[in-house]
């Protein structure tokens, strides 16, 4: 199973065998450098530089938005159909793919067959992480390669993964399983603290006010789309979202909330999939005012396209205080710290649990509005709100995001039990990180 996913799960180049540290000096001209590969609006951008008789080389660049057509940029066979009569096995070869913003190099010395592969951002002490495969040919070095691609069988390789997952979550603004917005961890993260739906037990029905919790039902979904990295990644996103909440007690005010979002996405058509599951109880503290509500998660993701496996957990306490009286409606303060971590993937067979740990701070405020003119015959209400969340620990790609979304809802009707609710809400959002910026709109039903 793991020839597919394993490089598309990064898992690829764990199968390496033993890591060795090298100072070794290269032979022959070196691989084009990231940057030089910017021009590439790609997932996956590959260089390679050739060295020709006279000390002439040559530069070529590509780029690929599926994982596994990746592992072969320096497969023998591969550079002769795509050089022709300029390659050949006694001339030096370095390129380089650029996994999702993390180098990758490849390396074929002059007069030598030995294959190198060198990943700089592993190391945390100035050397280089470098495995070598040694056959009579390249072509029998690569296919030693390759044949670890099958299998994960050794300690050190699963290690290998795990760092590599890690420095995607750190290097890669699209890695779905932890670093930016989009990802499983920022997705626990603001299903933990989420003021864009009123959906908490203390903004009750009283003096006009929009929601009451505990409804048996909400449905909603969402579509998204967005870019980062100066347009390099194009990606869109269809969320979906099941919830239902329990009060604890006949009459008693405490919330029991379940809640399952689900996602599709692509990144340059590139598709990943995810799903969470979250529970919390919400308990007021002053009626109608401020509420605590402390909640576990846990997400998963995979996509061999992407290059990406994992799940992790997330535990976090939140805080809503109403303030009434703001001219005719109400501002809702959000505060909210919580603890991510990965998991590992035993269930797989392999452990590659890249050890993620990161606390999370989100803190924002929604302003809700009932509005003077009627929609669909029924009252209407408008909620603005912005949240800004923070990450610290393990380093990730974006530690900081900025949200803001505005919402319209329609309630029930004037003769019924849910007019002071709303059942249905349109929401429009938008999010902010540095050079990474995503929309989506989305509608909500209560029943």
Avoid: C
Wanted: no cysteine; charged share 20%; net charge neutral.
């Amino acid at each position: 199973m793991i020839k597919k996913f394993a490089w598309g799960a990064v898992a690829t180049l764990s199968m390496l065998g033993p890591i060795t540290t090298s100072a070794q000096a290269q032979v022959g001209p070196p691989p084009p450098t990231p940057q030089q590969l910017d021009q590439l609006q790609s997932l996956f951008r590959i260089g390679v530089t050739l060295g020709l008789p006279g000390g002439i080389t040559r530069t070529d660049s590509y780029g690929l938005d599926i994982a596994n057509d990746g592992q072969d940029f320096m497969n023998p066979q591969r550079l002769r159909e795509r050089y022709g009569a300029q390659y050949n096995d006694l001339f030096p070869v370095s390129g380089v793919i650029d996994f999702r913003g993390l180098p990758i190099y490849g390396f074929y010395d002059a007069n030598s067959p030995v294959f190198r592969i060198s990943i700089p951002a592993l190391d945390a002490e100035g050397e280089t992480y470098q495995n070598r495969f040694n056959g009579v040919t390249r072509q029998a070095s690569y296919d030693l390669f390759n044949e670890y691609l099958d299998e994960v069988d050794s300690a050190e390789a699963e290690r290998l993964v795990r760092l590599l997952l890690k420095s995607l979550a750190r290097y890669s603004p699209v890695d779905p399983l932890a670093g930016n917005p989009n990802s499983v961890q920022s997705g626990l993260v603001r299903s933990s603290l989420d003021l864009s739906s009123g959906d908490s037990a203390i903004e009750q029905a009283a003096n006009g006010g929009t929601n009451t919790a505990g409804d048996p039902w909400i449905v909603g979904a969402n579509y998204s789309g967005g870019s980062s990295n100066g347009g390099r990644y194009d990606f869109m996103r269809v969320d979906g979202r099941i919830a239902r909440s329990f009060r604890l007690t006949e009459g008693g005010r405490a919330l029991l909330k379940f809640d399952l979002p689900i996602s599709y996405s692509e990144v340059n058509g590139a598709r990943a999939a995810t799903a969470q599951f979250g529970v919390g109880v919400e308990f007021p503290l002053i009626a109608q005012r401020w509420s605590l509500e402390p909640r576990i998660g846990y997400g998963i993701t995979g996509s061999d396209q992407l290059g990406s496996l994992g799940h992790m957990i997330s535990t976090t306490i939140a805080s809503r205080y109403v303030l009434n009286g703001l001219g005719r409606g109400r501002l809702i303060i959000g505060n909210m710290v919580g603890y991510t971590s990965t998991m590992s993937t035993g269930f797989t067979g392999y452990n590659v649990n890249p050890g993620l740990k990161n606390w999370a701070f989100r803190n924002g405020v929604a302003y809700d509005l009932p509005l003077k003119f009627r929609g669909f015959g029924r009252n209407t209400s408008v909620r603005a709100s912005y949240a800004l969340t923070n990450y610290t620990g393990d380093k990730l790609y974006y530690d900081t995001f900025h949200e803001m979304t505005l919402s319209l809802g329609i309630r029930g009707r004037e003769e019924s039990a849910r007019n002071a609710r709303d059942l249905i809400r349109l929401n429009f959002n938008l999010i902010k990180a540095s050079d990474y910026t995503s929309w989506s709109a989305g509608l909500g039903f209560r029943f």
